[in-house]
């Protein structure tokens, strides 16, 4: 399987993006794909997930402001950031795995990672 990001880049505080991440490999009926982010210095953290029926988790920091959802016919998975803050820079990875969501939080629940898109909200 593979994960390709696109659509990051640098907004001002207030903005909006959206990340999408095409899938390949992944051509199953139970499939777990989402976000993680990345700040320097910092571990990797779950964003958000969705399995083919919806959103399964979205993090308490951007909860209200971030969607996530599975594209099903173009094998996607993809999400919108709306009111964005300096604090969501980071690095942006896509993840799958086959199977359910139900607390996939982990780094080490998905076993494909894209190579990352790079988020940053200035001021």
């Known amino acids: 399987a593979q994960l390709v990001e696109s659509g990051g880049g640098s907004v001002p505080a207030g903005g909006s993006l959206r990340l999408s991440c095409t899938v390949s490999?992944?051509?199953?009926?139970?499939?777990?794909l989402g976000w993680f982010r990345q700040v320097p210095g910092q571990e990797r953290a779950a964003i958000a997930h969705?399995?083919?029926?919806?959103?399964?988790f979205v993090a308490d920091a951007v909860k209200g402001r971030f969607t996530v959802s599975q594209d099903n016919a173009k094998l996607a998975v993809n999400l919108q950031m709306n009111g964005l803050r300096t604090e969501d820079s980071g690095m942006y990875y896509c993840?799958?795995?086959?199977?359910?969501?139900?607390?996939?939080?982990?780094?080490?629940?998905?076993?494909?990672w894209g190579q990352g898109t790079q988020v940053t909200v200035f001021s």
């Open positions: 993840v799958g795995t086959i199977g359910h969501c139900y607390r996939r939080d982990k780094e080490s629940d998905y076993d494909v």
């Open positions: 490999g992944y051509d199953v009926d139970s499939r777990c």
């Open positions: 969705a399995d083919r029926d919806g959103p399964t």
